[in-house]
């Protein structure tokens, strides 16, 4: 995970996509938090390559992991990830995870 991580900063998305997919099936069900980061940075590695609704599938996932495991760093990056898929031409994703997130988080609340 955090070799796609490092692949998504040093703006190899493809790279990222292709290590999370290969990883994440891997995933013990004990490691929650860890498959909810790595589903959130792969919704950032499909929304940088132009798969919204990939993305927002990915993201979808994370986000119920995240609310079930309260972690904030699957958040925060969800949280940048409308911006990612707005600039990439998924206006309408961008919009639907936004109320989701938004949803989200008033449920926590």
Sequence with gaps: MEAAHSWVQLGKPEAAEEALLKALPLRQVEDRRDLGRGLALLAV?????????????AARHALAIAAETHS?????QLHRLPEELR??????QAIELRKLLHRTVRAQR
Excluded: I, K, N
């Excluded at 904030?72 to 925060?76: A, E, F, G, I, L």
């Excluded at 600039?87 to 309408?92: L, N």
């Design 45 to 57: 590695a499909q929304a940088r390559t132009g798969q919204a609704e990939r993305s927002l599938a």
């Design 87 to 92: 600039s990439r031409g998924g206006v309408d």
């Design 72 to 76: 904030s760093r699957t958040m925060r």
